[in-house]
């Protein structure tokens, strides 16, 4: 049976919101069976905690905003991909902020975190939604239609592609297809960042955002050149960073993906419009789980062998 999975120690670390600027203490602690992943702001009396989900995504603008009331923590796709990644079902994350840290723009860190603290596996099967219709969404926001997709397609799986077109000289156009059935997402996508062009953290700044924005936890390119010194970690980082944001948007539906997401120049506000017309249409997916080891699909065969490890 694949299981369910926890941490088996509690982790802690610092960083810096990418928008505040502020230092972040965060804090990662093993859940118990069928929790979910659960956001706790730690900094209020009492902390509130906000389970991860849809239906508690208050905005999708530069990043995507889950909350409760006026209590909010945003960035929370780069922890998210990282838990989706490692096959991570039950945490608790405690955020002292209205910020997740922004570490180096990637879920690199919280990979390291997860692995720090170890995987432990629980005594219950472990969920998958398995997508059994095609879902797809375009145009999800009208006032910037761009000509932006995604779709949700059955698959015996996990898949992504995403394409992304910009009018930059460096960026440009650029496709990626990774099938988890043939690598992981630690080696193939944790590492990627999360880019901008200099005009556009410019004019963030002057509207008091991306404070914490440096070339230590994004790439920044002008119109000609990337400015880190260190380059790029892949040659199509900048689109492999938009699958991660899509595996960690998809993770707000509670559990990992059967099948394949198909992204063209989109981005949160269109990973949740995806979410909602799929929750919205119950005969296009439901939710399985896996008794043995062989009849589990390939791209989650490792979540398997770590219960052997």
């Not at 602690?29 to 069928?34: E, L, Y």
């Not at 879902?135 to 239609?145: E, L, R, T």
Request: aromatic letters at 8%.
């Amino acid at each position: 049976m694949i299981k369910q999975k926890t941490l088996k120690n509690v982790i802690r670390a610092t960083g810096i919101g990418l928008h505040t600027g502020e230092k972040v203490y965060l804090t990662l602690r093993p859940a118990p069976i069928n929790s979910g992943v659960v956001f706790i702001r730690s900094d209020l009396d009492p902390a509130l905690e906000i389970k991860a989900s849809n239906n508690v995504v208050l905005d999708t603008k530069l990043a995507t905003t889950i909350g409760i009331g006026e209590v909010r923590i945003s960035t929370v796709e780069h922890v998210l991909a990282a838990f989706s990644g490692l096959g991570i079902d039950n945490v608790y994350v405690e955020v002292s902020g209205p910020e997740m840290p922004i570490m180096d723009g990637s879920a690199a860190t919280f990979v390291f975190l997860v692995q720090s603290a170890g995987i432990e596996s629980q005594s219950a099967a472990k969920k998958f939604i398995r997508i059994k219709k095609p879902i797809k969404v375009s145009g999800a926001d009208s006032s910037q239609d761009y000509g932006q997709s995604v779709a949700l397609l059955p698959h015996a799986g996990f898949k992504i592609s995403h394409t992304i077109i910009y009018d930059n000289a460096v960026i440009r156009e650029q496709h990626a297809c990774i099938d988890f059935a043939s690598t992981d997402f630690v080696k193939a996508v944790s590492r990627a960042r999360t880019f901008g062009l200099m005009q556009e953290f410019e004019q963030l700044r002057e509207l008091n955002l991306a404070q914490g924005g440096s070339l230590d936890n994004a790439i920044v390119v002008d119109e000609y050149r990337i400015l880190n010194a260190d380059g790029l970690r892949h040659d199509d980082e900048f689109v492999r960073h938009k699958i991660l944001d899509a595996i960690g948007d998809l993770y707000l539906l509670g559990h990992s993906i059967l099948g394949e997401f198909i992204g063209f120049k989109s981005g949160h506000t269109e990973n949740h419009a995806l979410r909602t017309a799929l929750i919205n249409q119950p005969d296009a997916w439901d939710i399985v789980t896996y008794d043995d080891q062989l009849s589990t699909p390939s791209a989650y065969a490792h979540l398997g062998a770590l219960e052997h490890a």
